[in-house]
């Protein structure tokens, strides 16, 4: 089986992965698994045993182990020590230099401080472990962070100037964001020039292997470390390279396994997987790994695709200081996360910022280094391929880029184009809508029956960029009104009203009312505040007498966490005790069970590249729906953005309540919010698909799956 034959009988059922977040993990390669289920199926034997199936596990332990010295440049195979991974090889090297570091206070009895300089762009593992082992071991050392230029390539002076003093250098040869690699050769020639100097150096080569040739025994380093996922070998396999006479303290005894340097019963199929993946990269097999031309023409193909779909693009470092895998790239006007939901709706993983650090989206330290503007450091996108991807595999992924950036132009998402958007009508845009910058700021649009558009926007700096966001809806004539300072209305004329308060502007506005009057509802009003403090005061004001007949739906601006708060007033009070998310396996009973309305509550631009009720349909077999006609049978679809959640709320207040509906979404978050807010202000049955879609089309692993639990109807 190919690798490409690999990845599709792997991939989710309905929708196609373009897995391009190979700097965060890759996919085991079919000689991989191959390999490790020889080890586990013919090899099973312990290497420690003196028994000939003992011994057979050995030779394949060595040759995997001969495969790593060949692969690495390293000249006695020895010298490497399978491990766990990186992380465990960064903690090795600190301690066993730290250890020595103690031996020496006790050959000279001189308490020194010693210097320890690591890269300022590194795996945040390199300074934790420095931290943390510093402080178990009582070593007293001053930890120096050696700072980046732009382009994330280190100040060679800092580090001259720095080294006679310094007892261990860290630096790593590729960064995993940027894919900037670090030219060690510069260091090794330092390290050289520097008279008297006993600096040890550790080499993170974790993003090198299979993208730079490695010459580690020549370069003069004297510890390094590697992970098997990130080229191709499953997880929990990896490396450390220790030069024979570099010093080393072992962390984890017992057994005496692998010469005693970290004991415990070795990882066989994992270290078997591993030398295959090394061997095929050793011997240069076309089949398993591109060369660097290709690897070359790959990123040309991404370059050139992501350029014409995004006109404001910035790669945010010259790539010529970096592998070919590796692109980070931010775009003006548009959130790293808009983009990252865009390429997930068209099956493209990537990341924003580093993916290592267990899915949190702090701001990138890597980026911060460089000193890259907050806009681009916030909104940065890392897409990382590997050797082991295909040509085809790149041009699928150009071609899902190109249909993810129409669908972001079509709805106006992409500054700068004219849109195609075919989509947004006058009629299509009528009422509430939130719309974002890409700083995250937020502002509402609302047109009334008589093409009136106003945009309430608080916020100075994201202004420009909401214009040109309203433009290419042909909304130029909106009329922006400002919270702070408040905006100078023409109430009478408007039908706006200002409300003034001690913390703040409010605005009542009644859109629904149509000028030749017609009332649409003339019983809903909108009313935007700067905070919850300034929506107190109002709501306890004497102005409050006129809200009591009204259905009051309250916008917050610039609220700086989650989804702004709509509140009604008089509320409708749910009961939030109930309920509210529900599994794929719930779902299914409802879908047999039950009439219930699914809400997509994606952003239009995600939607309309997949689409939820093809996905729902064939994954639960439901009759076939009909789009123009918007109901099938018991299920009705629905398409309603988070961002228009608010209008439909306000569309349905009349209509009964008895509806159920399920809200989806990509990961079950904006889906959660949905269905609490019209819980709250609707009153409806209102479920949130847990998991959302990634859930739904999770591959199924006999490991995971569950025996269905009682459905549990939410009442
Ligand atoms: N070093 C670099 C450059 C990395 O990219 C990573 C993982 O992303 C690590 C170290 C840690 O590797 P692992 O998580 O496999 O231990």
């Not at 009332?519 to 909108?526: D, E, H, R, Y």
Request: aromatic share 6%.
């Amino acid at each position: 089986m190919s690798f490409d034959e690999h990845s599709k009988s792997n991939s989710e059922p309905l929708l196609k992965t373009i897995y391009l977040d190979c700097n965060a993990t890759t996919l085991t390669h079919p000689l991989a698994l191959q390999s490790a289920r020889e080890a586990m199926e013919l090899c099973y034997g312990n290497p420690s045993s003196t028994h000939i199936t003992g011994l057979h596990a050995k030779s394949f332990l060595e040759g995997a182990r001969e495969a790593a010295a060949l692969a690495v440049g390293a000249s006695r195979s020895e010298e490497i020590i399978f491990n766990s991974g990186a992380t465990e090889g960064i903690q090795s090297t600190v301690f066993s230099v730290l250890v020595h570091l103690l031996d020496k206070f006790r050959e000279t009895g001189r308490l020194k401080r010693w210097r320890v300089l690591y890269g300022s762009t590194e795996h945040k593992a390199v300074p934790s472990a420095l931290q943390h082992w510093a402080e178990v071991l009582r070593i007293p050392v001053t930890l120096e962070a050696i700072p980046v230029d732009p382009n994330g390539l280190f100040d060679f002076d800092f580090v001259e100037s720095r080294l006679p003093e310094t007892a261990l250098l860290c630096t790593m040869a590729v960064n995993n964001e940027t894919g900037v690699i670090q030219p060690l050769e510069k260091i090794a020639a330092l390290l050289n020039s520097t008279a008297g100097h006993d600096c040890l150096w550790f080499v993170d080569g974790v993003q090198a292997l299979g993208k730079i040739p490695l010459k580690l025994s020549t370069l003069g380093a004297h510890y390094a470390c590697f992970s098997g996922h990130k080229l191709n070998a499953p997880k929990g396999i990896g490396f450390l390279w220790v030069r024979q006479d570099a010093p080393y303290t072992p962390m984890i005894v017992g057994g005496g396994q692998e010469r005693g340097k970290r004991s415990g019963t070795e990882n066989l199929p994992g270290a078997a997987a591993f030398g295959r993946i090394l061997k095929a990269l050793i011997d240069g097999e076309r089949e398993v790994f591109l060369n660097h031309e290709q690897l070359d023409q790959c990123r040309d193909k991404l370059i050139q695709t992501l350029s014409q779909c995004f006109p404001t693009l910035v790669w945010n470092v010259d790539l010529k200081h970096c592998v070919p895998t590796t692109l980070n790239f931010s775009v003006e006007g548009i959130s790293g996360r808009e983009l990252m939901n865009a390429f997930d709706a068209v099956g493209i993983r990537v990341s924003g910022g580093s993916a290592c650090s267990s899915g949190k989206t702090s701001e990138s330290h890597v980026l911060a280094a460089m000193k890259l503007p907050k806009w681009r450091a916030q909104n940065a996108i890392r897409m990382s391929f590997g050797p082991a991807n295909s040509i085809k595999e790149i041009d699928i992924a150009c071609a899902a880029i190109r249909q993810a950036g129409e669908a972001l132009r079509a709805h106006c998402m992409i500054p700068h184009l004219p849109a195609q958007a075919t989509e947004l009508t006058p009629t299509t845009q009528r009422g509430i809508c939130e719309l974002r910058a890409s700083d995250g700021t937020r502002a509402w649009l609302v047109s009334n029956s008589a093409h009136e558009s106003y945009l309430v926007a608080d916020c100075e700096q994201a202004l420009s960029e909401l214009r040109s966001k309203l433009a290419c809806r042909g909304l130029q004539r909106t009329q922006v009104l400002r919270l702070d300072p408040p905006a100078g209305l023409d109430q009478s004329r408007d039908g706006w009203q200002q409300l003034k308060t001690r913390s703040g502007t409010a605005l009542l506005y009644f859109p629904w009312q149509s000028r030749e009057g017609h009332p649409l509802s003339t019983t809903t009003a909108l009313l935007f505040v700067t905070c919850r403090e300034c929506l107190e005061e109002v709501l306890s004001s004497s102005q409050a007498k006129q809200f009591t007949q009204l259905n009051l739906l309250a916008c917050i601006a610039c609220e700086p966490t989650a989804l702004s708060a709509y509140e009604f007033f008089p509320a409708v009070v749910s009961s939030l005790t109930t309920k509210i998310e529900c599994t794929k396996e719930e779902l299914a009973e409802r879908l047999k069970h039950q009439a219930i309305t699914v809400l997509d509550v994606r952003e239009a631009f995600e939607s309309a590249t997949s689409h939820l009720d093809d996905i729902l349909g064939s994954l639960f077999e439901l009759p076939k729906h009909d789009r123009d006609t918007t109901t099938s049978s018991d299920v009705d679809f629905k398409i309603v953005p988070l961002s228009r959640l608010p209008q439909f709320i306000i569309e349905r207040l009349n209509e009964p309540r008895q509806e159920r509906i399920l809200c989806v979404c990509r990961s079950g978050q904006r889906s959660l919010q949905a269905a609490e807010l019209l819980r709250r202000l609707s009153g409806c049955e209102a479920l949130s698909l847990k998991g959302g879609l990634a859930d739904l089309l999770a591959p199924h692993l006999s490991l995971l799956s569950r025996p269905p639990s009682p459905v549990n109807h939410g009442r």
